[in-house]
């Protein structure tokens, strides 16, 4: 009977339960962005987007090679995806690639030459394949510009992700990639987006990780990484970023990176608690107890 007992409880979700409380969050979250000093584990915020459109003055060509380069961010070095990008803008003889009209005109394999000629791509089919498709949208439907498709949908949230969808606009619907490329342009380019605070944060094993080693979640949960786990987590920071007039998107990449610098060594060779507290810029609130994460499962007690 106890045996079966603790096969029903895995995966259950009931005895998770959401603090309301994001100062630890903030205070991480401040600390990668350089206000306060330090950085996660030394490390500080470096917007590659921002470096790759700095200096260029036309709004236009900053928000093509924005889009079209972020709907490429899958599978690949988020670094050399964005320096590529640039020599893509810097060369005179292949700037066109970011003008849809010229994309359509001059055809798929002029892209796939320009696209190469400034380094081999990880995925050369599908890439070239989802810029030449995406170009060609843009063109028809928007006039090359995708700052009408958010006007069109009253720079609402929701109604951009269902025009993206509706188009099927390659690389940018995904929970991952659609709030990403939303955030940048929030950034760079200063768009006020409406209820931008609905925005989901996406979901990995470094969020759902930080989440709990930030206090937001807490309490026991044995299973999987799951969709209702990621659904739990997303909803616990939409929930708590709400109350405090706050967008949790904005939590994404310093989150990401508390979790892959410091809090996947918990736990690590057997430890009872975190061998980085010491170290971590909120290692002094950071809840006792065990917050483990596998490839394949999840164990939580705090």
Not at 189 to 199: A, H, I, K, T, V
């Given at each position: 009977m106890g045996r079966k007992r603790k096969e029903n409880r895995e995966g259950v979700l009931d005895e998770l339960s959401v603090q309301l409380d994001l100062k630890a969050a903030q205070r991480v979250r401040d600390t990668y962005e350089g206000r306060v000093p330090g950085g996660i584990f030394g490390l500080t915020k470096s917007m590659l987007e921002e470096e790759a459109v700095r200096g260029i003055p036309d709004?236009?060509?900053?928000?093509?090679?924005?889009?079209?380069?972020?709907?490429?961010?899958?599978?690949?070095?988020?670094?050399?995806?964005?320096?590529w990008a640039r020599r893509l803008y810097q060369d005179p003889k292949t700037r066109w690639v970011f003008r849809p009209a010229a994309v359509v005109r001059r055809g798929r394999e002029n892209l796939r030459n320009a696209l190469q000629s400034k380094g081999p791509l990880r995925y050369p089919?599908?890439?070239?394949?989802?810029?030449?498709?995406?170009?060609?949208?843009?063109?028809?439907?928007?006039?090359?510009?995708?700052?009408?498709?958010?006007?069109?949908?009253?720079?609402n949230v929701a109604?951009?992700?269902?025009?993206?969808?509706?188009?099927?606009?390659?690389?940018?619907?995904?929970?991952?990639?659609?709030?990403?490329?939303?955030?940048?342009l929030a950034v760079i380019?200063?768009?006020?987006?409406?209820?931008?605070?609905?925005?989901r944060i996406p979901v990995d094993i470094h969020v759902a990780r930080a989440t709990f080693t930030t206090g937001l979640l807490s309490g026991r949960y044995?299973?999987?990484?799951?969709?209702?786990?990621?659904?739990?987590?997303?909803?616990?920071?939409?929930?708590?970023?709400?109350?405090?007039?706050?967008?949790?998107?904005?939590?994404?990449?310093?989150?990401?990176?508390?979790?892959?610098?410091?809090?996947?060594?918990?736990?690590?060779?057997?430890?009872?608690?975190?061998?980085?507290?010491?170290?971590?810029?909120?290692?002094?609130?950071?809840?006792?107890?065990?917050?483990?994460?596998?490839?394949?499962?999840?164990?939580?007690?705090?």
């Open positions: 709004e236009l060509t900053r928000v093509l090679l924005i889009t079209h380069t972020v709907s490429l961010d899958y599978l690949r070095s988020t670094n050399a995806l964005w320096n089919r599908k890439d070239v394949q989802w810029w030449f498709e995406n170009s060609k949208i843009w063109a028809k439907s928007y006039r090359g510009d995708p700052k009408r498709l958010f006007e069109e949908a009253g720079w109604a951009i992700e269902a025009q993206v969808r509706r188009h099927k606009l390659k690389g940018l619907g995904g929970p991952k990639i659609f709030p990403l490329w939303l955030r940048i380019e200063g768009y006020q987006f409406r209820d931008f605070e609905s925005l044995q299973g999987p990484l799951d969709s209702r786990l990621k659904e739990k987590i997303a909803g616990a920071w939409r929930e708590t970023c709400r109350q405090a007039g706050d967008a949790a998107i904005f939590f994404d990449e310093a989150l990401w990176q508390l979790s892959r610098l410091g809090c996947t060594h918990r736990h690590e060779k057997k430890a009872p608690d975190c061998p980085k507290r010491t170290l971590c810029p909120i290692g002094d609130t950071c809840p006792a107890g065990k917050i483990l994460f596998t490839n394949n499962s999840v164990e939580i007690n705090t």
